[in-house]
């Protein structure tokens, strides 16, 4: 019998590269039933959200020990906003990293237009539009994110946050 190939391509700076890798044996047979994640209950989302709060809050009062309470402290933390210059891997980076944008931006007020929430057991996605104003900026940045939640014993922190956005 022979074994499955799997064929894919991954985006690789401004080319694509191909790969394969036989899967010896290991998909003789398919999976009967995918696992599933059940839906988080409404105290979990609560909970996310209160979390999200609490980083707005820590964002719009330019508090770095506040902002650094909620993100998860494991060596996978990572946070990215090119504009803002950005570029966080590790909880150790976290502090440094936002103090800087904090005496970029001053006092900014950071305003969600949209927003929308997703959870499945210990993970949560949660997308956002965003208007950033600065007294520091002549226009507001308009932008958007997305933030991965993740449950630590009955907390929730913030393990990957990815915002986007240019001076309108």
Do not use: Y
Not at 50 to 78: F, G, I, M, N, Q
Not at 88 to 106: E, N, S, V, Y
Request: negative net charge; aromatic residues 8%.
């Amino acid at each position: 019998m022979r074994k499955p190939i799997w064929v894919g391509w991954i985006a690789a700076g401004l080319g694509l590269t191909a790969f394969t890798s036989g899967l010896s044996g290991c998909m003789d047979s398919p999976p009967k039933r995918l696992p599933t994640l059940q839906q988080s209950s409404e105290e979990d989302r609560s909970a996310v959200l209160h979390a999200h709060k609490s980083l707005l809050s820590a964002l719009r009062a330019a508090d770095v020990e506040a902002l650094v309470s909620v993100l998860d402290s494991s060596p996978d933390l990572r946070i990215f906003h090119p504009n803002l210059g950005l570029r966080i891997t590790g909880i150790d980076q976290a502090r440094g990293g936002f103090g800087k944008m904090f005496d970029r931006l001053g006092s900014a007020e950071w305003t969600e237009v949209h927003t929308e929430l997703i959870s499945r057991g210990d993970v949560a996605w949660h997308t956002s539009r965003l208007v950033v104003e600065s007294p520091n900026s002549p226009s507001p940045f308009l932008g958007q994110g997305i933030e991965i939640w993740i449950r630590r014993g009955s907390d929730w922190k913030l393990i990957h946050g990815q915002w986007s956005g240019g001076e309108e």
